[in-house]
Nanobody, 124 residues
């Protein structure tokens, strides 16, 4: 069992930045691919970014490429999402997820563990 706890969400003006963190309880954190997803009210949960177990490979949704950056620190059991140039359409609950092995980029239904989510609100 892996427990994930997100932090760092909040209210920010358009053009601003936020850094989300996700702390994992897994003793073998480096065995897990990690992903960030987001869900706006009335919408489906969307892929935002993912990072491989070693941190070498990263993947992004087209809507956030060039603005968001995912990274991880396996020594601290933590994955990060640096969000710059935020837009009102980035407003959503952001979720951290962990997947044990296999492919990195998969539908959200194939991730094994989830955090409780953290709200990000971008005002115009």
């Amino acid at each position: 069992q892996v427990r994930l706890v997100e932090s760092g969400g909040g209210l920010v003006q358009a053009g601003g930045s936020l850094r989300l963190s996700c702390a994992a309880s897994a003793s073998t954190f480096s065995d897990y691919h990690m992903g960030w997803f987001r869900q706006a009210p009335g919408k489906e949960r969307d892929f935002v970014a993912a990072i491989s177990r070693s941190g070498i490979r990263t993947y992004y949704a087209d809507s956030v490429k060039g603005r968001f950056s995912i990274s991880r620190d396996n020594a601290k059991n933590t994955v990060y999402l640096q969000m710059n140039s935020l837009k009102p359409e980035d407003t959503a609950v952001y979720y951290c997820a962990a997947r044990l092995g296999g492919s990195v980029v998969v539908p959200f239904t194939e991730y094994h563990y989830w955090g409780q989510g953290t709200q990000v609100t971008v005002s115009s």
